[in-house]
Nanobody, 125 residues
Framework: QVQLVESGGGSVQAGGSLRLSCAASGWTISNNDMGWFRQAPGKEREGVATIYTDGGIMVYADSVKGRFTISQDNAKNTVYLQMNSLKPEDTAMYYC??????????????????WGQGTQVTVAS
């Protein structure tokens, strides 16, 4: 049974940085696509970034391109989201996901099978 545990969230000032981690168990991340999503209060959960099998290709939402970087450490079975130049609009609960059913629609939450519990990111202006 796959289990995903996010950590690393917190409160920062605009322009600051955070690194989120997603530790996987019961699941080998190098054999599976991994993604990060976020959900702000009153909004839909949106795709932020995904890293395809074995870390070969990464894709990002337009809103975070150039500021966020997704990566993985296969030895630690952990996926990361490095977030730089944070903005107040980045404030949200951030979730890790795996089990992508159709890579073309990575940004759609319905395409993913398993989720972590989330970690809160708050960016103050």
């Amino acid at each position: 049974q796959v289990q995903l545990v996010e950590s690393g969230g917190g409160s920062v000032q605009a322009g600051g940085s955070l690194r989120l981690s997603c530790a996987a168990s019961g699941w080998t991340i190098s054999n599976n696509d991994m993604g990060w999503f976020r959900q702000a209060p009153g909004k839909e959960r949106e795709g932020v970034a995904t890293i395809y099998t074995d870390g070969g290709i990464m894709v990002y939402a337009d809103s975070v391109k150039g500021r966020f970087t997704i990566s993985q450490d296969n030895a630690k079975n952990t996926v990361y989201l490095q977030m730089n130049s944070l903005k107040p609009e980045d404030t949200a609960m951030y979730y890790c996901a795996t089990g992508l059913r159709w890579s073309r629609y990575w940004y759609d939450r319905k395409m993913w099978d398993s989720w972590g519990q989330g970690t809160q990111v708050t960016v103050a202006s």
